[in-house]
């Protein structure tokens, strides 16, 4: 059984190690984690990155801004983005226009209705080290969404590893 013995006490110290390093705020314990509950800063002012509509149910038309490290993130093409930057995704209703399509002649015309809520994903990669380094907040009337809501952002928005966790392309 001697030559068990260093392997052993080998294991054991990696076990304790990783037992010691391993951080995981939001993992080890199974807690939430942490996402963002405050809106940020002048986010109105932000840069325009492109617009999405989404049919279906959500019937949404959304804007996406980036303040200006997320910005010069994009322009660069540089990934992945620098903490610090920060991606918002502004939603309303999208509605026809009366206004708009009676100097058309048609029903032609669709733009943002009655505002739903506002999304962002702010990078702070030891923050949030446990969502690939964004944080993730939703908005509605102003109120953070609740620990249950956020749990699929992040799963999804790993479909997008490939740029960084973001869907959204710089419009030209
Ligand atoms: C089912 C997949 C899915 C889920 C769940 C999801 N998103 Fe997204 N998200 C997308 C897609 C696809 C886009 C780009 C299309 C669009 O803007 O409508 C996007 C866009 C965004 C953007 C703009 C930046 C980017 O990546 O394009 C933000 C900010 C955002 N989502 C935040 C959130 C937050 C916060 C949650 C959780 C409350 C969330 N998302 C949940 C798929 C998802």
Redesign the pocket.
């Known amino acids: 059984m001697k030559y068990l013995r260093f392997p052993v006490a080998a294991i054991a110290a990696i076990v304790s190690l990783v037992a010691f390093s391993a951080p995981a705020p939001g993992h080890a314990d199974g807690a939430p984690a942490p996402f963002v509950t405050e809106i940020p800063n002048g986010y109105r002012n932000w840069q325009w990155v492109s617009s ?1 509509h ?1 049919a279906g149910n959500l019937n949404s038309l ?1 804007a ?1 801004l980036g303040n200006d490290i997320a910005i010069k993130a994009y322009r660069e093409q540089k990934l992945p983005f620098p903490d610090g930057s920060i ?3 502004l939603h309303y209703r999208y509605v026809p226009s009366d206004e708009n399509n009676k100097v058309f002649g048609k029903v032609q015309s669709f733009v943002p209705g009655a505002p739903t809520n506002i ?3 702010v990078k702070d990669s030891t923050k949030f080290a446990a969502t690939g380094g964004w944080g ?3 908005f509605q009337d102003g109120k953070p ?1 609740d620990a249950n ?2 749990k ?2 992040f799963p ?2 790993q479909k ?1 590893k490939d740029t960084d966790l ?3 392309r710089y419009a030209p």
């Open positions: 999405a989404e959304g996406v991606i918002a995704a999304q962002f994903m993730f907040g939703h969404a809501f956020m699929p952002c999804c928005h997008a973001v869907f959204t």
